[in-house]
């Protein structure tokens, strides 16, 4: 079974710092990897979707990585605000399951003022 | 569009009990899916379909039951509930298709008592 490890499980930066979330994965074979955002209480939103033939997903301030071969991705926040505060997961496709997600635990993000 | 909307918000059951959680997407979405999210241990998935009148078990399918009798509707059902099923359930849909993410509902917290 394919595991998802994030690391680190909490982070807590000031505001206007660049921050970069670690995803990895047990099977290079993945398909899709994608990113979500979870805010307490709420459910999931995605955030960015990296299809593995791709190398990279960029959307506003945040930019995802793949690297299949080291069963490594990374999701980079620049110049971080109060409002990113929030669980970020990152997921895997399950083979064979109705493009069904295998997630992380999360990274739960703090940024002060 | 209301998106994927669960109902109920929130219920306390007693151990034996039996209940339905109804999931709603207005989005016309082929794929259906619930997951669990428990402190912990990430989400995990308990069902889905890719269909109309098609369901599939996922990793943790025990104690639970799922109809999809409508497109846009995805039951999950508890028999007879236990402690153990005490979670937060998540109800998402997708269209089918690889390059597109799954949109999520925002939960129903059940306690099992």
């Known amino acids: 079974k394919q595991e998802v490890t994030q690391i680190p499980a909490a982070l807590s930066v000031p505001e206007g710092e660049n921050l970069v979330l670690n995803c990895s994965f047990t099977?290079?074979?993945?398909?899709?990897l994608q990113w979500f955002r979870q805010d307490p209480g709420k459910g999931l939103t995605s955030l960015l979707l990296?299809?593995?033939?791709?190398r990279e997903q960029t959307s506003g301030r945040l930019n995802a990585s793949l690297d299949k071969s080291s069963g490594r991705s990374t999701l980079y926040i620049a110049a971080s605000q109060p409002g990113d505060s929030a669980t970020y997961l990152c997921?895997?496709?399950?083979?064979?399951?109705?493009?069904?997600?295998?997630f992380g635990k999360g990274t739960s993000l703090l940024v002060t003022p | 569009n209301a998106g994927v909307t669960q109902t109920p918000k929130f219920r306390v059951l007693k151990t034996g009990q039996s209940m339905t959680l109804l999931c709603a997407q207005d989005?016309?979405?082929?794929?259906m899916y619930w997951y669990r999210q428990d402190p912990g241990m990430g989400l995990r998935l308990i069902h889905y379909s890719v269909g109309e009148g098609t369901t599939a078990k996922g990793e943790v399918p025990d104690g639970y039951n799922v109809s999809r009798l409508k497109k846009q509707n995805f039951l999950l059902g508890l028999e007879s509930a236990a402690p153990s099923q005490t979670s937060v359930y998540f109800c998402?849909?997708?269209?089918?298709?690889?390059?597109?993410?799954?949109?999520f509902g925002p939960g129903t917290r059940l306690t099992v008592l």
């Open positions: 998402a849909s997708s269209p089918a298709s690889s390059t597109d993410t799954q949109y």
């Open positions: 099977d290079s074979a993945i398909y899709n």
């Open positions: 990296i299809q593995s033939s791709q």
């Open positions: 997921a895997v496709e399950i083979p064979n399951s109705g493009y069904a997600l295998n």
């Open positions: 989005m016309n979405h082929e794929y």
